[in-house]
């Protein structure tokens, strides 16, 4: 049945929309970093919530197609087994979708995102007039720290995810 919540489709339709969301984020964290900030210590809400709101849009796609994979696989995978597992799955079958998933970014934002819901994270103000930087999350991921260029990688990474969803889809209908 179309739109349930145990049909695969639904999860994939919803990790397209997350990532369009992360996309409007990241357009509007762009806006506010131009704001002043009365307070120097800590970002403007609107650019802590844009920038959280990015990471936390990607991360829900990424969860959302690894539903999807366990829904159609047939796999029933717990929570804490749900992501890698199904990304492994799907890795066996798509080997585009294991070079993805192996991007050293992708395991950075899902601890970035833990840290958003269940703990806090360090944002360090920058020199440049606006401008601040999240914490390391001990992974190998090299890039800039900076919330806009982070935001910007994670948008890619979700993008990315979306454009391997036609890859995905026939193998998920397959089961």
């Given amino acids: 049945m179309p739109g349930t919540l145990d049909n695969w489709t639904h999860y994939v339709d919803a990790a397209k929309r997350q990532c369009l969301i992360a996309e409007y984020r990241v357009k509007s964290l762009e806006e506010k970093l131009g704001s002043p900030d009365p307070d120097q210590n800590t970002p403007l809400i609107q650019v802590q919530a844009h920038f959280e709101g990015v990471i936390v849009s990607v991360m829900a796609a990424v969860d959302k197609v690894a539903q999807a994979a366990n829904s159609a696989f047939g796999l ?3 929570q804490s087994e749900l992501v890698n597992g199904a990304m492994t799955e799907l890795g066996k079958r798509v080997p585009e979708m294991k070079d993805w998933f192996e991007k050293p970014i992708g395991l950075d ?3 970035i995102r833990v840290r958003i819901i269940h703990y806090s ?4 103000p920058q020199q440049s007039e606006h401008q601040w930087q999240v914490e390391g999350a001990d ?5 800039s720290r900076e919330i806009l260029s982070y935001s910007r990688v994670a948008v890619a990474y979700g993008t990315a995810l979306s454009e391997l969803i036609p890859a995905i889809e026939p193998i998920l209908t397959k089961g």
Avoid: A, F, Q
């Fill in 109 to 111: 934002l899902r601890r």
């Fill in 121 to 124: 994270y360090v944002k360090t």
């Fill in 139 to 143: 992974t190998d991921y090299t890039g």
């Fill in 76 to 78: 029933h995978l717990s």
